[in-house]
Nanobody
Framework: QVLLVESGGGLVQAGDSLKLACATS??????????LGWFRQAPGKEREYVSA????????KYAPSVKGRFTVSRDRANNTFYLQMNDLTPADTAMYYC?????????????????WGRGTQVTVSS
C-alpha cells in the first residue's frame, strides 16, 4: 500500500509561483522503485499528465505544456516529492494530483498509476 498526500495548492495571480508537495508513506513505496507522477484535472476536462520522476535515479519527464516552467524533484530522505510551478497562467488552474506507478518508464497514462492522492487545488487568476 502506498499513501499519498498532496499540499501546497492555493489561489495565485498569473505569473506567480507555487510549490506543491506530495508526502508518501507505506511499505510498498519503500520497497519498490516507483515512479511518482503529477496530474491535473480542470472542471469538465480529462485528467492530464503533467510530470513524473523516478524515486531512484531521479529521471524526470514533463508534458510539453509545462516544460520549462515546472520542475519536479524528490527528497528521498523524507519520502516527499515536489512540483515547483513558475510563471503560472489561468490555463494551469486545476486540481493537482500525485500518483505512484510501479513502471519505470515514466508513464503518461493515468491507468498506469495504482495509487493516488486526493488532490490539491491550484487556481490562477488573470
Amino acid at each position: 500500500q502506498v499513501l499519498l498526500v498532496e499540499s501546497g495548492g492555493g489561489l495565485v495571480q498569473a505569473g506567480d509561483s507555487l510549490k506543491l508537495a506530495c508526502a508518501t508513506s507505506g511499505r510498498t513505496f519503500s520497497e519498490y522503485n516507483l515512479v511518482l507522477g503529477w496530474f491535473r484535472q480542470a472542471p469538465g476536462k480529462e485528467r492530464e499528465y503533467v510530470s513524473a520522476v523516478r524515486k531512484l535515479g531521479g529521471r524526470t519527464k514533463y508534458a510539453p505544456s509545462v516544460k520549462g516552467r515546472f520542475t519536479v524533484s524528490r527528497d528521498r530522505a523524507n519520502n516527499t516529492f515536489y512540483l515547483q510551478m513558475n510563471d503560472l497562467t489561468p490555463a494551469d488552474t486545476a486540481m493537482y494530483y500525485c500518483a505512484a506507478s510501479p513502471r519505470a518508464d515514466l508513464p503518461v497514462d493515468p491507468l498506469a498509476y495504482d495509487y493516488w492522492g486526493r488532490g490539491t487545488q491550484v487556481t490562477v487568476s488573470s
